[in-house]
């Protein structure tokens, strides 16, 4: 028993202890260290590359005339006397072929996202959706190209189109299986206070796929330049895409390996920038926001 005069104090009622600064630190920290990890990651992949295409050039015994190594790609855009000239050229077309790769991936993910919200919350336009989606992603783009130029022309909407193809349906599959990964105590719960399906979307759906929005980000990334390339091979006569026909053409090997290990280190580059804005994001919101 307590002493007289003494107040009772429920358990419950006990003084909390002051909140500690570690664990911001410590979110920091683990920040900081996938951060590191991603950047470390994207290191360890340029040093395989360029073992790998110094190795298998050797053991194929590839005629160096054909076949350029890293140090003929470093002198052309580095050390030639006309390097300074060769990297505006090559910049230039990258350049074009980002822009366009850019206007691609905005297409594809827009209308991903789009659709995959249309898909969770109508069977009906799953069973419309999915099946053309699948007919658009089977057919070969070359073989779509024509088609794309007649309807759209030569350029920006054949390039958002034939671009927006290729980021189209991994997008839309990854992002609906991240719509669906809600938990249904949590969806029950927002019905429950009244909410639609639209506003179980918005506050429960969408946080919840989050992991598979940036998954999807990622997968997008590449394949929008692939449908970039593509574009401008066929289609604006631009780029890099048209740029490695172009030189090829003219026998200018050295020209050809460099746009491709430029669009190359581009593509890298990007990829490891959408996995720091996921990880940056998926810090903040937390991995499984959505699913409790």
């Known amino acids: 028993m307590s002493a007289p005069g003494t107040p009772l104090v429920a358990p419950s009622a006990a003084v909390a202890p002051p909140p500690s600064d570690d664990a911001p630190r410590a979110r920091t920290h683990v920040a900081w260290r ?11 992949t340029t040093v395989v590359v360029l073992v790998a295409w110094t190795v298998l050039l050797a053991a194929f015994d590839v005629s ?37 790769a850019s206007i691609g991936f905005v297409a594809g993910m827009a209308a991903a996202l789009v659709l995959a919200a249309a898909i969770v919350l109508s069977r009906t336009a799953e069973g419309a959706i999915m099946p053309v989606a699948m007919l658009f992603r089977s057919v070969p783009l070359i073989a779509l190209a024509p088609i794309v130029i007649l309807l759209v022309g030569r350029g920006v909407a054949s390039v958002a189109v034939m671009s927006g193809i290729v980021v189209l349906f991994p997008a839309l599959v990854t992002i ?11 969806r029950d719960l927002v019905t429950v206070l009244g909410g639609g399906p639209r506003t179980v979307l918005r506050l429960v759906q969408l946080p919840a796929a989050l992991p598979s ?33 172009s030189a090829v053409g003219r026998a200018q090997n ?10 190359t280190l ?12 996921e990880q940056w994001v998926l810090a903040r919101f937390g991995p499984a926001a959505g699913r409790a």
């Open 213 to 245: 929005v940036f998954a999807a980000v990622r997968i997008s990334v590449p394949g929008a330049i692939t449908g970039a390339l593509i574009a401008e091979w066929l289609a604006t006569g631009g780029g890099i895409g048209y740029g490695v026909v």
């Open 176 to 186: 609906v299986l991240g719509l669906r990964s809600a938990s249904a105590p949590m």
């Open 254 to 263: 050295t020209k050809v390996w460099a746009l491709v290990v430029v669009v």
């Open 64 to 100: 160096p005339y054909v076949g350029k190594g890293p140090a003929q790609v470093w002198e052309y855009l580095v050390t030639d006397d006309d390097a300074g000239e060769n990297r505006t050229e090559v910049l230039a077309l990258l350049g074009q072929t980002l822009t366009d």
């Open 34 to 44: 996938r951060v590191g990890r991603v950047l470390l990651d994207a290191v360890t």
């Open 266 to 277: 581009a593509s890298l580059v990007l990829y490891t920038l959408a996995q720091l804005v």
